[in-house]
């Protein structure tokens, strides 16, 4: 299963959990990179959040880590001192998510990689970032979106909501795959390794940047408007008869699109919606026309008026109904795995990023706990009975 792709030839060793550091793995592993994860010798915690299988291991944690490979390592035991040396040894990339502290105690610090091989690149996912007064500060995905400002202006007046998909994770785990990406160009060119260091709350930052330029220059300072957008108008969710849609407009040709098919033409020339700024700033009499159209159609009626005019729109879809669309199934959004202890087969994300050339996709299950630990103890140059006294001294 070792990989096939534009990354066919490089080595990531990936002691990431939870998901920004699995996320980045994950992606090198779609592009054929052989990525080794090094789970502890009973099951890392992120293995078994939201068990879908007989086992215990969670939806997230099998699509996060298919495509690689599992060995299990107690880092706590000395031993494993000379495994971690001879996995670095062989490797181009170790991804870790564990506080700085864990990084150096167990080796996996960036000098005492390069120390071992000094053309490593070091991928390294915090919450906070290496230095700054929060350097030592522990955090997931929800900390890092309080800390952004983005819960304080999700959900509708009233108590702060953190956004239920984690995007602080997601989008660190993006981050630092294209900053591997770029570091292992730089080091074809130049034969140096480096520091990719990526952290939720840089992440959080940069999302949120537009409300902070505009509080930070021109003094406003948003608040809660639940699905309302603040930068044009109509940019809402709204209620037909059967169900809900969501329709986002930008820009007064489509502005006028959407005019013309409400049957509100008067709106067109009205000076209170002018620009995208000042319909969002009069989005409540938007809002009351769009909710009168909408009232007197289906979800389906609505949607097939709006989509002839080219206006951005779809349905507010559950979850069965997303398992069920045609678009999700025509591009095959969706790729349902094999595993052995689940009951059916698992529905994984499919690569997200099509290369037409090179592509990637999912090429095995996610690893059983430990399931390549001699194969890869083997690989490193253990001897069959070198591995069984590892066993034995429960180190692997």
């Known amino acids: 299963m070792i990989g096939s792709g534009a990354l066919k030839g490089i080595r990531v060793i990936d002691f990431g959990r939870f998901i920004a550091g699995p996320y980045c793995g994950m992606l ?17 915690e992120d293995r078994y959040t939201g068990p879908v299988t007989a086992d215990g291991e969670g939806g997230a944690f099998l699509s996060l ?26 490797a181009d990339v170790v991804v870790a998510n564990l506080p700085i502290a864990v990084l150096k105690k167990v080796g996996l610090d960036y000098d005492s990689l390069r120390a071992v091989n000094p053309s490593i690149i070091l991928a390294r996912i915090s919450t906070f970032g290496p230095d700054g007064p929060y350097a030592t500060r522990l955090g997931f995905d929800a900390v890092a979106q309080a800390m952004c400002g983005a819960m304080s202006l999700t959900g509708f007046p009233g108590a702060p909501i953190r956004s239920l998909v ?14 591997v990406m770029v570091a292992l160009y730089h080091r074809a060119k130049t034969g140096e390794g480096q520091v990719v260091d990526g952290a ?34 109509p940019a809402d969710c709204y209620r037909t008869q059967d169900g809900w849609i969501m329709l986002h407009i930008i820009g007064s040709d489509m502005f006028g699109r959407w005019a013309r098919v409400v049957a509100r033409e008067d709106m067109i020339d009205d000076p209170r919606f002018a620009d995208d700024l000042s319909r969002a700033d009069h989005h409540a009499e938007i809002t009351e026309a769009m909710n009168a ?13 709006l989509e002839a005019a080219r206006v951005p729109c779809g349905p507010v879809l559950g979850l069965y109904e997303v398992l069920d669309d045609p678009q999700v199934k025509a591009r095959e959004l969706l790729e349902y795995v094999e595993y052995p202890s689940a009951s059916k087969p698992v529905p994984l994300a499919n690569t997200a990023v099509r290369l037409s050339a090179t592509p990637g996709g999912i090429r095995h299950r996610a690893p059983m706990l430990g399931e390549h630990t001699d194969e890869v103890l083997r690989e490193l140059g253990y001897a069959d009975a070198d591995i069984a006294r590892l066993r034995a001294a429960e180190v692997v």
């Open 200 to 233: 939720l709350l840089a992440t959080g930052v940069t999302f949120m940047q537009a409300l902070l330029a505009e509080l930070a220059v021109v003094g406003v300072n948003r608040t809660q408007r639940g699905n309302t957008g603040f930068y044009s108008a």
């Open 28 to 44: 090198l592993a779609d592009m054929g990179a052989d990525v080794v994860r090094v789970d502890r010798r009973k099951g890392s």
């Open 293 to 305: 159209w909408c009232g007197r159609r289906t979800n389906v009626q609505a949607i097939a008026e």
């Open 166 to 179: 984690p995007f602080a994770d997601y989008g660190t785990a993006l981050h630092t795959a294209f900053g």
């Open 65 to 90: 880590n298919r495509n690689k490979r599992s060995i299990t390592l107690d880092t706590s035991k000395t031993e494993s001192a000379e495994v971690i040396c001879r996995l670095v040894k062989g």
